[in-house]
């Protein structure tokens, strides 16, 4: 059986929106867009990097798609991370978009079909794509958080886990966490059961 492993970029209150430039996502009136490039340096790039090398294909929401189908073929393969990124089968979940335009993508309309195409393959990333992250966490499909948690709040924005979004589940941390001159760090947890809960606290002291 797969993994699918969300990759995300997300603020300490939890705002995973616009990190690469302001005009990226300003839906809801947000203009505090491109709040990642401050902590940019080139031990996060490497860690970021090393990770889509090791996918074996990608899964994205409509909105990220949008973004990268509009980027990295552009690019040109003399660029690894687009060489990668444009050779990799890609997954588009969408329920209107059924003929995505980037070479080596197929659109599913349904977590059912996400779940079908999850075993196909070794490690599928999710990269962005919140609102999909969501929707994989509500059908209980993720496997794996890679998150590179930044050390700013903004206050607004669309936040991953709101209030209804999931179900009860308990993860384990896989590797120490990595920390990066300018502040972010990199957490990688991996799907473990369900939580402990009921512990009277006071009854352990």
């Known amino acids: 059986m797969?993994?699918?492993?969300?990759?995300?970029?997300?603020?300490?209150?939890?705002?995973?929106?616009?990190?690469?430039?302001?005009?990226e996502d300003r839906s809801g009136e947000f203009n505090l867009g491109g709040w990642q490039g401050a902590f940019t340096d080139a031990e996060s790039g490497e860690?970021?990097?090393?990770?889509?090398?090791?996918m074996d294909a990608?899964?994205?929401?409509?909105?990220?798609?949008?973004i990268f189908a509009g980027y990295w073929p552009a690019r040109g393969n003399s660029n690894p991370i687009a060489a990668k990124l444009n050779a990799l089968p890609k997954f588009l979940v969408s329920r209107t978009r059924?003929?995505?335009?980037?070479?080596?993508?197929?659109?599913?309309?349904?977590?059912?079909m996400v779940a079908a195409m999850k075993s196909q393959f070794n490690d599928m990333h999710v990269i962005g794509s919140g609102r999909l992250v969501r929707s994989l966490l509500?059908?209980?499909?993720?496997?794996?958080?890679?998150?590179?948690?930044?050390?700013?709040?903004?206050?607004?924005g669309k936040r991953l886990f709101a209030d209804g979004i999931g179900v009860p589940a308990a993860f384990n941390l896989v590797q120490p966490p990595k920390a990066f001159p300018k502040g972010a760090v990199s957490l990688v947890y991996e799907r473990a059961g369900v939580p402990v809960t009921g512990i009277d606290m006071a009854e352990m002291t």
């Open 47 to 54: 860690a970021i990097g090393a990770g889509i090398e090791q």
């Open 138 to 156: 509500a059908a209980d499909l993720v496997d794996r958080l890679n998150f590179y948690l930044y050390p700013l709040t903004l206050g607004s």
């Open 2 to 23: 797969g993994l699918i492993s969300v990759d995300l970029f997300i603020t300490l209150d939890g705002v995973y929106q616009g990190p690469g430039g302001p005009d």
């Open 58 to 66: 990608l899964l994205l929401g409509r909105t990220t798609y949008d």
């Open 98 to 112: 059924t003929n995505p335009g980037w070479e080596g993508t197929t659109a599913l309309q349904t977590m059912d």
